[in-house]
């Protein structure tokens, strides 16, 4: 079935860094657009980055840009979060999430289960 | 950047009855907008996109109204697993992709 399964998270202490991964099944990979989302504890929703079917167009929320790097490797339908100089307000859970097959629909049909990061001394 | 508003923040309906929930954009998202529920411990689910169009899967008990700067998600006959947060997102103007703050549908 289609789905995404995220790993990565973990705790670590301000200024450190983590790599999330989210491996994707039951779909074409290459032909879907993706981004990652992140909730803080008991607080909205956020979207964090996006990246294109091909990797060729990336954007990052201002809250982020210059420390964490979305990618992808279509050959091994998986997706990406390197998430540098990490600081408190980056404790979420984040959440990978296949956006709806469409060049003008930017909603996301599929997400992954979500991976805990904790950013703490 | 465009701010999504959601209103109210707490829904307290009885089962069987009807809930309508407001979201407001700080400037017209023409249809770009999406709705999502999410229950405790759960994702996200995405409801509705194109402002009315239902996702697969989605009862017809769920529908979408609006244009522009208000919308709207009304669930006809609330059943007791339509208790959840629901959350709107606009995807007209980006980045970034925003999401209101979310309203909690609970049993009255």
């Known amino acids: 079935q289609v789905q995404l399964v995220e790993s990565g998270g973990g705790l670590v202490k301000p200024g450190g860094s983590l790599r999330l991964s989210c491996a994707a099944s039951?779909?074409?990979?290459?032909?879907?657009?993706m981004s990652w989302i992140r909730q803080a504890p008991g607080k909205g929703l956020e979207w964090v980055s996006y990246?294109?079917?091909?990797?060729?167009?990336?954007y990052y929320a201002d809250s982020v840009k210059g420390r964490f790097t979305i990618s992808r490797d279509n050959a091994k339908n998986s997706l990406y979060l390197q998430m540098n100089s990490l600081r408190a307000e980056d404790t979420a859970v984040y959440y990978c999430?296949?956006?709806?097959?469409?060049?003008?629909?930017?909603?996301?049909?599929?997400w992954g289960q979500g991976t805990m990061v904790t950013v703490s001394s | 950047e465009i701010v999504m508003t959601q209103s109210p923040a707490t829904l307290s309906v009885s089962p069987g009855e009807r809930a309508t929930l407001s979201c407001r954009a700080s400037q017209s998202v023409s249809s770009n907008l999406a709705w999502y529920q999410q229950k405790p411990g759960q994702a996200p689910r995405l409801l509705i996109y194109g402002a009315s169009i239902r996702a697969t899967g989605i009862p017809a008990r769920f529908s979408g109204s609006g244009s522009g700067t208000e919308f709207t998600l009304t669930i006809s006959i609330l059943q007791s697993e339509d208790f959840a947060v629901y959350y709107c997102q606009q995807y007209n103007n980006w980045p970034p992709l925003t999401f209101g703050g979310g309203t909690k549908v609970e049993i009255k």
């Open positions: 990246i294109s079917s091909s990797g060729s167009t990336i």
């Open positions: 039951g779909f074409t990979f290459s032909d879907y657009y």
């Open positions: 999430a296949r956006g709806v097959y469409s060049v003008t629909t930017f909603a996301f049909d599929i």
